[in-house]
């Protein structure tokens, strides 16, 4: 019995070809998929990594700025005692200066008065 090669056997040949060479072709295009992958993963974490390095720049920046704005108020709340009056202070003064200011009237309208009769 002698094999004939039929046109089922040549397609079955064909399409095994047919199959092998998309299966290579995929394969590489997986692998292309794979390795392109991995250059965005690194770059992720490269650009990660320079993200947080700004952050953290800005982060020690902050945290100066803010000693900063700290010793200013302390500062400032050193000279208060000595720059600024109490409000009740204040007030006790101004009555103390109203108090002269009425004595100096009183005495003025005194003179006055003497002064009239003289005349």
Excluded: H, P
Excluded at 9 to 18: F, R, S
Aim: no cysteine; hydrophobic share 35%.
């Amino acid at each position: 019995m002698d094999y004939v090669i039929s046109f089922s056997d040549v397609m079955a040949g064909v399409i095994t070809l047919g199959l092998g060479v998309i299966t290579f072709f995929i394969k590489g295009w997986i692998g292309s998929l794979k390795s392109s992958t991995e250059e965005i993963k690194k770059q992720i974490k490269e650009n990660d990594d320079k993200v947080n390095k700004r952050i953290d720049r800005l982060e020690e920046e902050t945290d100066e700025d803010i000693a900063n704005i700290k010793q200013e108020l302390n500062n400032i709340k050193g000279d208060f005692a000595t720059t600024f009056v109490l409000r009740e202070d204040f007030f006790r003064s101004m009555n103390g200066v109203e108090d002269r200011m009425r004595s100096i009237d009183s005495k003025i309208d005194k003179l006055l008065m003497q002064s009239s009769r003289k005349e």
